[in-house]
């Protein structure tokens, strides 16, 4: 087995309390140890990475290059090993967990607010809910399921087609006074562009045979909810899965701007590897977000 290089907790706790202190008296104060165990620690340290990652000036201990280019990272790595314990913590007294990848949009639009359904249906589970654009790894990150886009699809993972994803475009009702438009008259008002799927209102005005200089210009946002919330602003048209705009559509906060939809091809799907199956937590959410969707779109 080749020599690991790993420091301990404790060298790096010592390293870095020693960095912020300059003395191994503060720095022994900060981490409850004592000062010879803060200087034992620093020392164990800089042998196992074979530098010095200090050095003494006057009465005060200052980090020599090697130690100022350490620094960072070992804070780095001390925040995460940090993260990691209060993330675990605040699942006490939960049997199981459930970590979901789910799109930004739809996370905060459909799925969140729906929850408490599932978790009432679930009792003892709790669910670690992280946005992703990108594609999940299941062999390389702990997901148990990921919600995402027909494209993005994963290697050696089962797929559940969710819905087909539809496009409206929406708008404030005090900029058409209520009115649907024509597809000239919605490119006179400033066309909201999303950041990540840029082509959205070329493909609607594909047919229309308009500048696409015209139809590219406007206010840009990373996620669709920013688009619906620009939108909903008044600050222009947005071109949004109908599924997103549901909500403020049917609370008069938005109108659609056109009568028409647009199929963008894509579907939301549900993507899982093997190992899920043999999970009850996710068998019940599948049943479950299957139930929701027939409910609605059944």
Not at 36 to 58: H, K
Request: aromatic share 8%; glycine share 8%; net charge neutral.
């Amino acid at each position: 087995m080749p020599e690991s290089f790993i420091p301990t907790i404790r060298e790096l706790e010592a390293f870095c309390e020693l960095a912020r202190a300059g003395t191994t008296h503060l720095a022994a104060r900060r981490v409850h140890l004592s000062q010879t165990a803060v200087s034992r620690s620093v020392r164990a340290l800089e042998d196992r990475l074979g530098v010095a990652l200090f050095v003494r000036q006057r009465q005060r201990m200052t980090l020599s290059d090697a130690g100022r280019a350490f620094l960072p990272k070992a804070r780095r790595l001390l925040d995460d090993l940090n993260a990691a314990a209060v993330g675990v913590m605040a699942f006490g007294g939960q049997s199981t967990v459930l970590r979901i990848a789910v799109l930004p949009s739809f996370g905060r639009s459909w799925l969140i607010p729906r929850l408490g359904g599932f978790l009432a249906a679930a009792p003892g589970t709790t669910v670690d809910v992280a946005a992703r654009l990108d594609p999940v790894d299941f062999a390389e990150e702990p997901f148990d399921l990921a919600i995402q886009r027909s494209r993005h699809r994963s290697g050696a993972a089962h797929h559940l087609h969710l819905l087909d994803e539809s496009l409206v475009a929406v708008c404030s009702p005090v900029l058409t006074g209520g009115l649907a438009l024509s597809d000239e008259d919605l490119l006179a008002l400033p066309l909201l562009q999303q950041t990540t799927r840029p082509t959205l209102w070329l493909d609607w005005f594909r047919h229309a045979n308009l500048d696409s200089r015209r139809i590219l210009r406007g206010a840009r946002f990373d996620h669709f909810d920013m688009v619906i919330d620009a939108a909903i602003a008044g600050l222009g048209a947005g071109l949004v899965p109908e599924v997103l705009a549901r909500g403020p559509l049917r609370e008069g906060r938005l109108i659609r701007a056109s009568a028409r939809e647009m199929d963008s091809g894509q579907a939301y799907t549900l993507i899982y590897p093997d190992r899920a199956e043999e999970m009850p937590q996710f068998t019940r959410f599948r049943a479950w977000i299957r139930a929701e969707l027939e409910g609605i779109w059944g």
